[in-house]
């Protein structure tokens, strides 16, 4: 027996649950427990957050300056079979090519727990390798905002600082990870120094000076950047960046930069907790490429009942600024039972706990948060 929800129920059964989600986002879930580490994967600009710009040496827009791609390679990257490549055009490098996160606007940079990064240098001026920016804004800095720089090639003795953190020194066509948050910046406004050997002072130095200092997102552009550029019109600059790691009050995220696969997927095998307590192990997959590939099942620890698909009649994705969700429509035996289901999980990448919805035409549901195990959407 084929059992699948008509249109007007299935419609129903979505605003319920849109309304459900909305509320357990806003309250319950904000004290449920989380990983402390996620990894999720960007693979397109504005996906989790991050977008990219291309400026002119002054910092306005011009997609004739440079180009942001993600990309396979180069040679073996930290982690998957890509990255996201940052490059300046021939006789452009006073100008940048920029990737910005908006996600940490209003962040304490005391509360920052760790911040790192890959990069990988395939041409430059002979010192600038990919590099990290934060914007800020202080009540005690100079005119109340300031830009803090964390540049790869003042993190050694011989060329930066010998009181800081000795992370050696950069080395072309290779891929090297950097400690931004241990190691030394310098600043627009030159309270830390302006680069190389003693004009770059610890982060802490900074923190100390101004603890009310946040990420600020101007103009809504994104205040965590990596770049290249900004340079001389001559240089010339390619690199890459892969797997930044930003923590928050010891919650951390891996961003991992991989080039479009064309391919839509959904996976997740964990625990989740309602507000009022109640346990399910949901599990499901979803692959846009694969061809009747999806499946869904769940336990629920209080009641002991088993639910698992036999059939999948539609599988949606809506990638938002914030989230990205999965609704997953078809039909399955509750307990042996025949019955329709929707599926919904919704993935904030790491920064809210994911939610799961499972709704039966039999009338049981469930929406939850997730406190163990993974649930990834890209």
């Keep these: 027996m084929n059992i699948s929800l008509s249109s007007a129920t299935y419609t129903s059964v979505r605003q319920t649950l849109t309304v459900v989600i909305a509320i357990l986002t806003l309250s319950a879930l904000a004290a449920l427990p989380v990983a402390a580490q996620s990894v999720v994967v960007v693979s397109h600009d504005g996906q989790q957050q991050w977008h990219s710009r291309i400026t002119d040496g002054i910092g306005n827009p011009d997609p004739s300056y440079g180009s942001v791609t993600f990309v396979t390679g180069p040679a073996t990257p930290p982690r998957g079979i890509g990255s996201l490549r940052l490059q300046t055009n021939l006789g452009k490098g006073d100008g940048s090519a920029q990737m910005r996160s908006t996600r940490y606007a209003s962040v304490l940079l005391t509360n920052l727990s760790e911040l790192t990064y890959y990069a990988y240098s395939a041409m430059n001026n002979g010192q600038q390798f990919p590099y990290l920016t934060l914007a800020v804004t202080c009540s005690s800095c100079d005119g109340g905002t300031d830009t803090l720089f964390f540049e790869p090639p003042y993190q050694e003795p011989l060329t930066g600082n010998p009181s800081c953190p000795n992370q050696g020194p950069t080395v072309i066509l290779t891929w090297q990870k950097w400690d931004a948050l241990k190691g030394c910046w310098w600043d627009n406004n030159g ?46 600059f390619d690199g890459n960046i892969d797997m930044v790691t930003v923590g928050v009050s010891g919650r951390n995220i891996s961003y991992d930069f991989e080039p479009p696969s064309g391919c839509q997927k959904g996976d997740a095998d964990g625990d989740f907790e309602d507000n009022n307590g109640h346990k399910h192990h949901g599990k499901f997959h979803d692959d846009s490429c694969e061809n009747g590939g999806g499946r869904v099942e769940d336990d629920d620890r209080d009641s002991g009942k088993h639910f698992e698909s036999t059939s999948v009649n539609s599988a949606t994705f809506t990638f938002n600024a914030d989230s990205e969700i999965l609704t997953m429509v078809g039909s399955g035996l509750d307990n042996g039972i025949p019955v329709g289901f929707t599926m919904i999980a919704v993935d904030y990448g790491g920064v809210t706990p994911a939610i799961y919805s499972l709704t039966l035409t039999n009338g049981r549901t469930f929406t939850g948060a997730l406190v163990s195990g993974s649930l990834l959407l890209q």
């Design 191 to 236: 309270e830390l120094g302006f680069g190389g050997l003693l004009g770059v002072q610890p982060l802490s130095v900074f923190t100390s000076n101004h603890p009310d200092a946040r990420i600020r997102n101007p103009s809504g552009v994104g205040g965590l950047r990596l770049a290249v550029g900004f340079a001389s019109p001559t240089d010339n």
